[in-house]
Nanobody, 114 residues
Framework: QVQLVESGGGLVQPGGSLRLSCAASGRTSDYNAMGWFRQGPGKQREFVARIISGGPTYYADSVTGRFTISRDNAKNTVYLQMNSLEPEDTAGYYC????????WGHGTQVTVST
């Protein structure tokens, strides 16, 4: 059974940074891609970033230049480094892994506020 466990969320001031982690059961190299989505209050879940097995990365326009996705296959972990955080980044952040189906983690909350 595939399990994705997110961590690293919390409360941060505008302009601050956080690094989210997603620990996957099994080998991250087994997944075609892994990524992050987020869902803010009263909003639909939206794409944030994705990293393909071979290495290419993709980002939502709203986070390009501020967020960086990376993976450590030796640790079966995917990271999301978030810099220059804005109140609009406040959301639950969910890890996703693509194989024959898409697997989801349970999420970690990020709150950007003074």
């Amino acid at each position: 059974q595939v399990q994705l466990v997110e961590s690293g969320g919390g409360l941060v001031q505008p302009g601050g940074s956080l690094r989210l982690s997603c620990a996957a059961s099994g080998r991250t190299s087994d997944y075609n891609a892994m990524g992050w989505f987020r869902q803010g209050p009263g909003k639909q879940r939206e794409f944030v970033a994705r990293i393909i097995s071979g290495g290419p990365t993709y980002y939502a326009d709203s986070v390009t230049g501020r967020f960086t996705i990376s993976r450590d296959n030796a640790k079966n972990t995917v990271y999301l480094q978030m810099n220059s955080l804005e109140p609009e980044d406040t959301a639950g952040y969910y890890c996703a892994a693509w194989a024959a189906v898409v697997y989801w983690g349970h999420g970690t909350q990020v709150t950007v506020s003074t």
